[in-house]
Structures are given as structure tokens and as C-alpha cells.
């Protein structure tokens, strides 16, 4: 599956002076937030694939207009084409908003979501806006990463966990770094390409799961989303 995933910064060759060749065979486009409305309405009009976002710190108008025709996951775990997918947007909390959160707050959604997770049997992708406590977080209270996260990643071992909001001028800008686990962590800042391949997720209705496998391929059949 090759995915498209977007933060922080909207990019003129994916919006002015848009080229098709940059997104020529996506089939994802998954938002890590801090981006206008309209320019996720542009690209999943533009390439016509699905695209999943969460909020970053500076998307409150999201909740008076939200993107139109792009699925919001944030808080949620989703399946799409066999690839489970967590949302978990916001910021370290340093103002009053609904879109940060103290550390124990976003210790509460993790945990919110751990009964999804496990009926799934797992989550391949984590889509975030704040990047892991000690992985590419700065000093700063509004850019400090989530220790959560931690305990998230040593828990389940996503293959991914994508995030924004550290912003390559901010200086000691990486791309990506491995957590312990052996999970990825991509800060896609701008934009970021990604092939993922077909091994490194189960197939629809193949997670292991019983129930949930059974649910999966019922749905299937009778031609509804899961």
C-alpha cells in the first residue's frame, strides 16, 4: 500500500502548483494535523483515495468546519484493507483548547482505545500529531512529545507511528528514528512518502482474532465498511 502521509506545512507542489506525478499510485493519505481544511478537501479530491486525519494543536476550526470527505480518526482505531490504524491527535497541553492534552489525559485515550486494540489484536499504524517523549520532542512545554507513548509502542509495536508538529526550522530536524520496539517513528513534517508492503499487515479478516475476523468478513459479504 503506498501512502501519502501530510503535516504541519501545506506544500506548493501538492497545492498551488500541483503535479500529479507527486502522487501518481497512492492508495492512503493519512493527516497528521495543523493543516488547513481546504487543502485535505484538494488532495483527496485531487487523487480521489481515501484520506484519515487527526487534529493538531492548531485545528479547532476543524470542529466548526471539518475537512469534507475525509474521515476523521482521531481517538479511534480503524481498519482499512486489513491495516489497523490509531488516531491520536493533539499537543501537550499550554493553553486552555480541545485539541491538547495533559500527559494523564492522553494517557486516558491510549488507554480508551485499548479494547479496540486488542479485539483487533494488535495496531499496525499510529497516526499522532505530538511526536514520543524522547524521540524528537524539543524542551519546550508546546513541543514536549507524550510519555505514553512509551508505553503504547512497548506494548503493542506498531510497525509505524507517524507525527508532525516539530517543524525543520525548529533545528535538529530527523526524518525518522526507531523506537525499541522496532517501531518507526517518521516525523512527516511537509510531506512523506511511504510504501508499505503487503507482508508487513495482515490480510482482510486474517488478524488473528476470531471474533473480530468473523465480524470482518461478514461485513465483507454483505458489502459494509469495517
Known sequence: MKILVVADKEEKALWDFY?????????????????DAA????????TNCPLYYVRGNHDESYS???PEGCTDIDGKVVNVEGLRIL????SMR?????TMYTEEEMKARV???GPRIAMMNGVDIVVAH???????DLEDLPHQGFDCFRDLLDRYAPKYLFHGHVHQEYGGFQRERTYPSGTRLIN???????EIGENEYPEKGKTGSTLYDLYTMLNVKIGRKY
Open 87 to 90: 488516531g491520536l491527535g493533539g
Open 188 to 194: 512527516a513534517c511537509g510531506s512523506y512518502l511511504i
Open 39 to 46: 487543502y485535505l478537501e484538494f488532495l483527496v479530491t485531487m
Open 111 to 113: 488507554r480508551k482505545a
Open 130 to 136: 505530538a511526536p514520543v517523549k524522547g524521540y524528537g
Open 19 to 35: 503535479d500529479p506525478k507527486r502522487t501518481e499510485g497512492i492508495d492512503l493519505i493519512l493527516s497528521c494535523g495543523d493543516l
Open 64 to 66: 466548526r468546519r471539518p
Open 94 to 98: 499550554y493553553r486552555p483548547g480541545d
